[in-house]
């Protein structure tokens, strides 16, 4: 090394440090920088995409990073500001997975194997390394867009640009919009937004949003009176039923409203954000359930009572029942009663008068010993049934009294009372006497199903009957007609005694039609038992009635199909059942 050579040296320092010292930087210019961590898993984010870790989106985003430096990891979110339903984010949440997996596998093999750069020469002689400059790669930045199926909704994945690509701009989001055609419910502040945002690439935006079609709704009906009654009777604390607060009956004026009718709506069509109409459906109309005594308003919305009355729903249609108001008692002033819709009685049936009604019977007071009451629907006395043995009460759906005694009961469905005292009881449904006393104290009650009460019998061990199971009333009926039939054919041999004439003659005609008629009844009634003891032989011995009381005294007899049981001493807290074909108490 020259003299001068030394003196550079020691001034400036050698070359091959400057040369050392360049090298250094040019390496340091190309160490990556620090890759950000991928964000936390939002726990519970139904609406957030998961990226894998071997994901196409990945190797784009670290690309970028190398290019351009640390960049913002994606931020895949499908509604951020949670103003998608639950259905849409689930229902499309695999179809965007699976497009955007597609789309960046896409693009990635598109720059896969290529150069990012053309680098420029360094003295590779001092490193021992050549860099060989290839072709440049390049490619624009691309905005990439997601429809839902049903083109509802649309979000946009902003792709950066790749080599000397061109950056996004407002006017290259707008024409690939136009490409695809998406031009209604445009965020356009979202999208001019996002044009000049720093994290625009890798994020996904929802970008436009349609409008949903609303069918139209159905027509309705608003009822004013209810369609079934509930006839429940509640029990007071004391342990008593005030049975004059049953509203059994729905009184209704000349021209009240019934029911109204609720008009079906249009349907609201709706458009997708490519602008196409989505068709809605318009409401279907229900009629309105017009019966008997009813006629519908001017205007078409409102069913209305065209005459006073009782208002029931029956099948599928409000029917008007007239109802017959008896101020006082049924006496001379009335005389018998037989009428065709519902009877309101606020006094008493008095002894040796009948009262007959296809519909439900109401009596405020006593049902006296003598006389006769028969109802089509329910019977509600609220006094009570006082009879002498010869007082007969019939109906075809429920009976609630506040007592009966020494009468004669028919009903179909279901009996609750107080108190039973000598009565003779034929129901073919549930006997119920809880309230008040609930004791059954003498006669015989024979109940199809169930005999509930506090107390069978008394500590006098006076005869008391149970009878479960069977079909009473029609049992029962069935020995009437047959005592009918014996009577009706003695009076027909009196009349043959008798000389022949015109009265004769007239008598025995009359004769021979009830004859006819209950022979025709006597065999509809046979029929009916015999089915019904076919169907019980498959029965088990649980549907064969039950007595449940809190004390059953001795006396009482229980009988079940064929089993017989009569009570030796007084049981408490009592459950007879029939099982194994033997009455047992549990």
Same mark, same amino acid.
């Given at each position: 090394m020259s003299f001068k050579d030394k003196i550079s040296s020691l001034l400036f320092g050698s070359k091959k440090e400057e040369q050392a010292?360049?090298?250094?930087?040019?390496?340091? /210019?190309?160490?990556?920088?620090?890759?950000?961590?991928?964000?936390?898993?939002?726990?519970?984010?139904?609406a957030r995409l998961e990226i894998p870790a071997d994901h196409p989106i990945r190797q784009l985003h670290d690309l970028r990073q190398r290019e351009n430096g640390p960049l913002p990891y994606p931020k895949l979110c499908m509604d951020e500001d949670g103003v998608l339903s639950a259905e849409v984010v689930e229902k499309e949440k695999?179809?965007?997975?699976?497009?955007?997996?597609?789309?960046?596998?896409?693009?990635?093999?598109?720059?896969?194997?290529r150069s990012r750069g053309k680098h420029s020469k360094k003295k590779a002689e001092a490193e021992g390394e050549a860099e060989a400059g290839e072709e440049q790669l390049t490619m624009d930045a691309r905005p990439w867009f997601h429809l839902t199926s049903d083109k509802l909704y649309a979000w946009m994945l902003i792709f950066?640009?790749?080599?000397?690509?061109?950056?996004?701009?407002?006017?290259?989001?707008?024409?690939?919009?136009?490409?695809?055609?998406?031009?209604?419910?445009?965020?356009?502040?979202?999208?001019?937004?996002?044009?000049?945002?720093?994290?625009?690439?890798?994020?996904?935006?929802?970008?436009?949003?349609?409008?949903?079609?609303?069918?139209?709704?159905?027509?309705?009906?608003?009822?004013?009176?209810?369609?079934?009654?509930?006839r429940v009777l509640e029990v007071n604390e004391f342990g008593q039923v005030d049975y004059t607060t049953l509203n059994l009956i729905c009184n209704v004026e000349e021209g009240q409203e019934i029911c109204r009718l609720i008009r079906p709506t249009e349907g609201e069509p709706g458009r997708t954000v490519t602008n196409q109409e989505v068709p809605a459906k318009s409401g279907k109309a229900v009629p309105l359930p017009k019966g008997r005594n009813t006629e519908i308003s001017e205007d078409?919305?409102?069913?209305?009572?065209?005459?006073?009355?009782?208002?029931?729903?029956?099948?599928?249609?409000?029917?008007?029942?007239?109802?017959?108001?008896?101020?006082?008692?049924v006496d001379f002033s009335t005389g018998k009663i037989k009428f065709v819709g519902d009877v309101n009685i606020k006094g008493d049936v008095l002894s040796g008068f009948t009262v007959k009604a296809m519909g439900n019977v109401y009596v405020?007071?006593?049902?006296?010993?003598?006389?006769?009451? /028969?109802?089509?629907?329910?019977?509600?006395?609220?006094?009570?049934?006082?009879?002498?043995?010869?007082?007969?009460?019939?109906?075809?759906?429920?009976?609630?009294?506040?007592?009966?005694?020494?009468?004669?009961?028919?009903?179909?469905?279901?009996l609750q009372t107080d108190c039973i005292v000598n009565g003779r009881i034929y129901c073919d449904g549930e006997v119920v006497i809880r309230s008040g006393r609930g004791?059954?104290?003498?006669?015989?009650?024979?109940?199809?199903?169930?005999?509930?009460?506090?107390?069978?019998?008394?500590?006098?061990?006076?005869?008391?009957?149970?009878?479960?199971?069977?079909?009473?009333?029609?049992?029962?009926?069935?020995?009437?007609?047959?005592?009918?039939?014996?009577?009706?054919?003695a009076e027909m041999e009196k009349l043959e005694?008798?000389?022949?004439?015109?009265?004769?003659?007239?008598?025995?005609?009359?004769?021979?039609?009830?004859?006819?008629?209950?022979?025709?009844?006597?065999?509809?009634? /046979?029929?009916?038992?015999?089915?019904?003891?076919?169907?019980?032989?498959?029965?088990?011995?649980?549907?064969?009635?039950?007595?449940?009381?809190?004390?059953?005294?001795?006396?009482?007899?229980?009988?079940?199909?064929? /089993?017989?049981?009569?009570?030796?001493?007084?049981?408490?807290?009592?459950?007879?059942?029939?099982?194994?074909?033997?009455?047992?108490?549990?």
């Open positions: 010292d360049e090298t250094f930087l040019t390496k340091q /210019e190309h160490i990556p920088q620090e890759v950000p961590e991928p964000p936390a898993a939002v726990p519970d984010d139904p695999n179809r965007l997975q699976s497009s955007l997996n597609s789309v960046c596998s896409t693009r990635f093999k598109a720059t896969k194997g950066p640009p790749v080599g000397q690509g061109a950056e996004v701009t407002r006017d290259m989001i707008y024409q690939a919009l136009s490409a695809q055609g998406i031009s209604y419910g445009l965020d356009t502040a979202l999208l001019d937004q996002v044009a000049h945002d720093r994290e625009r690439y890798f994020n996904l935006y929802l970008v436009a949003k349609g409008k949903p079609a609303f069918d139209g709704r159905n027509g309705n009906i608003v009822d004013n009176f209810p369609r079934r009654l509930q078409g919305d409102a069913l209305i009572a065209s005459m006073p009355g009782h208002v029931e729903f029956s099948g599928t249609t409000f029917q008007v029942k007239p109802v017959l108001d008896i101020d006082g008692d405020g007071g006593v049902v006296e010993a003598g006389s006769t009451v /028969e109802a089509g629907g329910d019977l509600t006395v609220v006094k009570g049934i006082l009879g002498d043995g010869t007082t007969v009460i019939r109906a075809g759906r429920c009976i609630f009294a506040k007592y009966i005694e020494n009468a004669t009961i028919f009903v179909r469905e279901n004791s059954i104290i003498g006669g015989r009650v024979w109940a199809a199903k169930r005999v509930s009460a506090s107390a069978v019998g008394a500590k006098s061990e006076v005869k008391t009957s149970i009878t479960l199971g069977g079909m009473p009333c029609a049992t029962l009926e069935k020995d009437l007609v047959r005592k009918k039939l014996a009577n009706l054919a005694a008798q000389l022949d004439s015109a009265a004769k003659n007239s008598l025995m005609g009359k004769v021979r039609m009830k004859i006819s008629m209950s022979e025709h009844r006597l065999k509809q009634l /046979e029929e009916e038992l015999d089915g019904a003891k076919e169907a019980q032989k498959g029965q088990k011995d649980s549907d064969s009635g039950r007595m449940e009381c809190g004390v059953a005294y001795a006396g009482t007899e229980i009988s079940i199909g064929d /089993e017989f049981l009569r009570l030796r001493q007084e049981t408490h807290q009592c459950v007879a059942k029939l099982l194994c074909d033997e009455i047992v108490l549990m």
